[in-house]
């Protein structure tokens, strides 16, 4: 070879060549290690079992969703929602050193609402996760109010307490702890939710624990003529990300003696379903201080509300938005930092959504402020009613008298509870919950009007 330009073509085509055979190579490398890693989605440091309840000890097995569950701690208020952190002084009562704001100085209209009910006298902004235990624990509701060990259910770890205190029978337990006195129930109980609230320590696949939700799902399909559901047999994984939310961000409430924590889904998921339930069994949680009526108080209707919304009917999950997947490596997990889609729009959102991060704010904020304007006006009028009670008993009405006005605000005030208790700020299904507003308004309306044809003269009293 003795042209020296083809010699050098050759030696660069050789060294090129070498290049690129590494280059592949090291790319096809680092494919396998990626999927391998992606395909060992944990490496098993520690064993954990059924009674595994330190989710420290699953976060050895889980470091990065782990290290996101710890988050929850973190205090960040969004536009209409969310918690500010304010300093608290602590008490031998009350060791907590910070604490969210009060609700209901916020607005006294809530005060007014559940006159004569533990929530009219303490009532803050939810925290994240790793407060839900402590936050019950302290609050005056708890402290100064006798209460059953079922309000454990939604704000602790209680499968393994259900387990021992039912001897292996969660159902049995469940009996137990929702009848103990919290005082007592509350001591048994170490964790916040936990990993083993939600996850078969053997599989990791999703799980329903609470004996409630799995009575509450029967009863929802039985209603829709499908006999013994069963979630953990039955559901799909996709729709799993949304039951074990549903196992604690629900309506519910204390049946019997027994305080057995019961979902009212016998007719359906509506509040108008749950609403009939109520008054086919005759409940009632308290009653009104101000003006006698035998009222409801509705409790965390996130997972009924998102039912009637634009997401559910799309197949998108509660996870999808509040633990959205995301990339570490070649893994993709759920993010276990359980937030407000607004703190985390790239991932939350933006994956269906394609739309820049700002405009996606704008229009979440721009639900959420017409939902507000719509619940002030329905809570004004029901604090219209309220007074408008108050005046008729103090002119001498009788229960009798009163009986159409009583139930105008039952009615009324349970629907406007209803969204209020939903901690979306109106944008889990916006149309359905301005529909309630206005179904609370023609009620409360309704009530005003029956109160008027009683044409109710003030009392005369002996002297005048």
């Known amino acids: 070879m003795s042209d020296p330009k083809l010699k050098q073509k050759i030696i660069w085509a050789v060294v090129i060549t070498a290049i690129l055979t590494i280059g592949a190579a090291a790319l096809l490398v680092n494919i396998f290690e990626h999927k391998q890693e992606a395909r060992s989605t944990f490496f098993r440091v520690v064993e954990v079992t059924d009674d595994t309840e330190d989710p420290a000890v699953w976060g050895r097995n889980f470091p990065l969703q782990y290290d996101a569950y710890k988050r929850t701690v973190d205090q960040t208020r969004t536009r209409y929602g969310g918690s500010e952190a304010l300093p608290h002084a602590p008490t031998q009562a009350d060791p907590r050193a910070v604490v969210s704001q009060s609700k209901i100085e916020e607005d006294l209209r809530l005060k007014t609402m559940w006159a004569g009910y533990p929530f009219g006298v303490d009532f803050r902004e939810d925290r994240g996760h790793a407060y839900m235990l402590d936050d019950q624990r302290y609050t005056k509701r708890v402290l100064d109010f006798k209460q059953p060990g079922a309000c454990l259910n939604c704000h602790a770890s209680t499968y393994t307490v259900m387990k021992k205190l039912g001897n292996g029978d969660i159902t049995k337990g469940f009996e137990v702890m929702n009848k103990t006195p919290y005082a007592e129930a509350t001591k048994l109980a170490k964790h916040p939710v936990a990993c083993i609230d939600c996850h078969d320590p053997a599989s990791m696949a999703l799980r329903i624990t609470r004996p409630a939700f799995l009575e509450g799902i029967r009863n929802l399909k039985a209603s829709q003529g499908v006999k013994d559901y069963d979630p953990n047999r039955d559901a799909s994984a996709q729709e799993m990300r949304s039951f074990v939310c549903g196992q604690c961000h629900v309506e519910y409430y204390l049946k019997g003696d027994e305080k057995r924590l019961t979902f009212p889904w016998h007719k359906g998921l509506k509040a108008e379903d749950a609403f009939a339930y109520y008054e086919e069994v005759k409940h009632k949680d308290f009653t009104h201080k101000e003006t006698g009526a035998p009222v409801l108080k509705a409790q965390h209707p996130e997972f009924e509300l998102w039912s009637q919304g634009i997401h559910a009917r799309s197949g998108v999950a509660c996870a999808d938005c509040h633990m959205p997947y995301k990339r570490e490596g070649g893994a993709k997990i759920s993010d276990h930092w359980v937030r ?26 721009q639900i959420q402020g017409r939902f507000l304007e719509a619940r002030n006006v329905a809570l004004d009028a029901l604090m219209e009613l309220i007074a408008d009670i108050k005046k008729a008993r103090e002119t001498g009405a009788s229960g009798e008298q009163l009986k159409d006005a009583w139930a105008a605000q039952r009615k009324g005030q349970f629907f406007i509870d209803f969204v209020e208790a939903d901690n979306s700020g109106g944008f889990h299904a916006p149309g359905e919950e301005l529909r309630l507003l206005t179904q609370a308004l023609d009620s409360i309306r309704k009530g005003q009007v029956a109160l008027r044809a009683l044409n109710l003269k003030p009392a005369v009293h002996a002297g005048n």
């Not at 985390?344 to 405009?359: D, L, M, S, T």
């Open 340 to 365: 407000s889609p607004m703190l985390n729009i790239n991932r939350a959102c933006q994956g269906c959504h394609r739309f820049p991060e700002q405009e996606m704010k704008d229009r979440v904020e």
